[in-house]
């Protein structure tokens, strides 16, 4: 897409914004002087030139930034993450805002528990063992976001530190065009008079010389110097095959992090944290949504956000009611849908690995308080959510009578009546085998 076919998109986007949502004052006092200047399909990015925005104006984008994600995805046909680059007046350094990413709006898991920690602890003050903090994983896990949260934290506490983050294409493309301006000097100048330095996807490394050459001696002034530096990649150090070892050897002498794709709790969790962002509440039929999502999209956070935004943008502009069903039928062409099965084994299966106990214990005559409760919680999820007869959920285990398994059941019932934990646990485990499809 060029550039003036990218202008003429974003006024459509502006165009298609419902005036009902957001008044047209406030379009073109906080979204018209935004001019995009570059789409990054790959990370699903459009970035606007902001170097007129103020404060104001970046809170303004953030609470009505739905609407424009809804608008978005009409004219787009896929949800972009709006991102203000900014030429900041720290030295001469550019700087790059995501304008939601920060510490508050990242959710965090057991997938990502050690590079959130690690962000936050440098955030807070230079850590030497830390130093440089190195946090790898796959794409759309969180690492730019968690860069970005460190340097609008320490930019907040300390607005005379000199925070800088870069990706390293952009590093790369600054230092092109520094050599060809005969101007590596002011280059050098500039990078090594920061507080804190966060070059992000340092993996684009591999095969650029010079720039390999750059990040080394940045590297080591900084470090020797006594600033933070962090750093992301797709992969670990010593995975980094195409770099140098003493580039490889430097990475690692600090802290290194990684982030995981995150289990199911943690994928829903971040999906609710969107929905509050977006100024939403979560009633039954969009708990079935996320749950729909979150079982469907594991491994990347960016799709993740991506299919909720696609469901709600689709129905905000089409007015339709947001179902299980409807959400279906707008992901249908993003991914194959996987519905699971509700048999008697998938129910035991779930309620064993909630209570951490084996199948075979579910299913024995075992009478130690550690079985029992989970056996009538399986039994209970049987009877209510499969049309198994009383004597056959017996079967189930063990050859029990039908008369145990209608006391199983009875009190099961009381106890969600009585105990609202007890319930919510069951809704966990309810969610684990799929009731909802
Ligand atoms: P990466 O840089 O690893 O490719 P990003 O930082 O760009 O991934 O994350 C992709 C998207 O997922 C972003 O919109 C980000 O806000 C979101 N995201 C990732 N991890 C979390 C998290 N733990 N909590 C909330 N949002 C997250
Ligand atoms: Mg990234």
């Known amino acids: 897409m060029t550039i003036t076919e990218l202008k003429t998109k974003w006024k459509q986007v502006l165009d298609a914004c419902p005036t009902d949502k957001i008044n047209a004052v406030k379009l073109d006092q906080w979204y018209r002087p935004l001019t995009p200047v570059s789409i990054d399909e790959e990370n699903a990015v ?17 609470t009505n930034y739905h609407i424009i994600e809804q608008a978005i995805v009409q004219i787009f046909g896929k949800p972009y993450t709006i991102r203000l680059v900014e030429e900041q007046d720290i030295g001469e350094v550019p700087d790059f805002t995501y304008t939601h990413y920060t510490f508050d709006s990242f959710v965090s898991g057991p997938n990502n528990r050690l590079a959130l920690a690690a962000s936050l602890a440098i955030a807070e003050q230079f850590t030497p063992e830390y130093n440089p903090l190195f946090i790898y994983g796959g794409s759309g896990l969180g690492k730019t976001h968690l860069l970005t949260a460190i340097a609008h934290y320490v930019k907040e506490k300390n607005p005379e530190k000199k925070v800088l983050y870069i990706t390293t294409e952009a590093f790369t493309n600054e230092l092109i065009k520094a050599i060809k301006g005969q101007s590596t000097e002011e280059f050098h100048e500039k990078y090594r008079k920061v507080d804190i330095l966060l070059l992000d996807d340092i993996q684009f490394l591999a095969g650029k010389e010079q720039t390999v050459e750059e990040v080394f001696n940045t590297f080591n002034a900084l470090y020797s110097a006594n600033k933070q530096i962090v750093l992301s990649s797709d992969k670990p150090p010593k995975d980094l095959k195409d770099l140098p070892d003493r580039l490889i050897t430097r990475f690692s002498q600090g802290m290194i992090a990684d982030i995981q794709a995150p289990d199911y709790e943690t994928r829903v969790a971040i999906l609710q944290q969107k929905i509050e962002e977006k100024g939403l509440s ?14 469907n999209v594991t491994d990347n956070i960016r799709e993740l956000e991506g299919a909720l935004t696609r469901v709600l943008g689709m129905a ?12 279906k039928s707008i992901l249908k062409d993003v991914f194959i849908i996987k519905e699971r099965e509700v048999t008697p084994e998938n129910i035991k299966k779930a309620v064993a690995e909630f209570y951490g106990i084996k199948i075979s214990d579910l299913e024995s005559s075992k009478r130690s308080r550690v079985f029992v409760g989970p056996r009538q919680v399986a039994m209970f999820l049987i009877r209510t959510h499969t049309s198994l007869s009383l004597p056959q959920i017996g079967q189930e285990f063990g050859g029990r009578d039908h008369t145990t398994v209608l006391y199983s059941c009875e009190k099961i019932e009381e106890e969600i009546q009585n105990n609202k934990e007890f319930a919510d646990k069951l809704k966990i485990i309810e969610a684990q085998f799929g009731k909802n499809n």
């Open 282 to 295: 979560i009633d039954q039929n969009l708990a079935e949504v996320l749950d729909l999502i979150a079982q």
């Open 46 to 62: 459009i970035a606007f030139a902001a170097t007129e925005t103020n404060p104001m104006q970046k809170n303004m984008i953030n």
């Open 316 to 327: 905000g502009l089409s007015g339709e009611k947001i179902t299980k069903d409807y959400a």
